[in-house]
């Protein structure tokens, strides 16, 4: 099995930062990439942000400039660095990653639960 859990979600007024964390554990051969999604209610979820092993990110035009992805692959980890929130990013933020978990084996998307971030005055 693997396991994705994420945290850092919550509650913050217009122009504040959060940082969200997502840590991916059990049966990993390997991680080819790991992202960020947001769904916000009424709406599809979307990519926010990507990093692949190899460093190569690529954001949505939304947060560009804002938002900040990063990981840690010893600690088969990702973080978001959440600048100068709006009201528009309030969303549900889900965790993804592309894990290979044999060798030889095609890797497959796995989803973490999500977390709930607010920006509210």
């Known amino acids: 099995q693997v396991q994705l859990v994420e945290s850092g979600g919550g509650l913050v007024q217009p122009g504040e930062s959060l940082r969200l964390s997502c840590a991916a554990s059990?049966?990993?051969?390997?991680?080819?990439?790991m992202g960020w999604y947001r769904q916000a209610p009424g709406k599809q979820r979307e990519m926010v942000a990507r990093?692949?092993?190899?460093?190569?990110?690529n954001y949505a035009d939304s947060v560009k400039g804002r938002f900040t992805i990063s990981g840690d692959n010893a600690k088969n980890t990702v973080y978001l660095q959440m600048n100068s929130l709006k009201p528009e990013d309030t969303a549900v933020y889900y965790c993804?990653?592309?894990?290979?978990?044999?060798?030889?084996?095609?890797?497959?998307?796995?989803w973490g639960q999500g977390t709930q971030v607010t920006v509210s005055s």
């Open positions: 059990g049966s990993i051969f390997s991680i080819n990439a």
């Open positions: 993804n990653g592309q894990i290979q978990r044999w060798p030889g084996i095609t890797g497959r998307d796995y």
């Open positions: 990093i692949t092993s190899g460093g190569t990110t």
